[in-house]
């Protein structure tokens, strides 16, 4: 479904990057922010991203 595509589209982009925060993540990916942040918070949940909080809260792949 669309919250599937989205979430491949979060997890592409974090592949490119080392962290991000949400709000780049959505403008990167063309998505509505309040979308974005649902789809880190599963994906978080099932373990796929984890989040980073360094003076700000970001997002990354969990290392391997």
């Known amino acids: 479904g669309k919250m599937d595509e989205l979430k491949a589209k979060i997890i592409e982009f974090l592949g490119t990057k080392d962290m991000a925060k ?3 993540i959505a403008d990167a990916i063309g998505a509505k922010k309040r979308d ?25 792949l969990p290392k391997k």
């Open 36 to 60: 974005v942040d649902v789809a880190i918070s599963e994906l978080a949940n099932a373990g796929e991203v984890e989040y980073l909080y360094l003076g700000g809260s970001f997002v990354t």
């Open 22 to 24: 949400n709000r780049e």
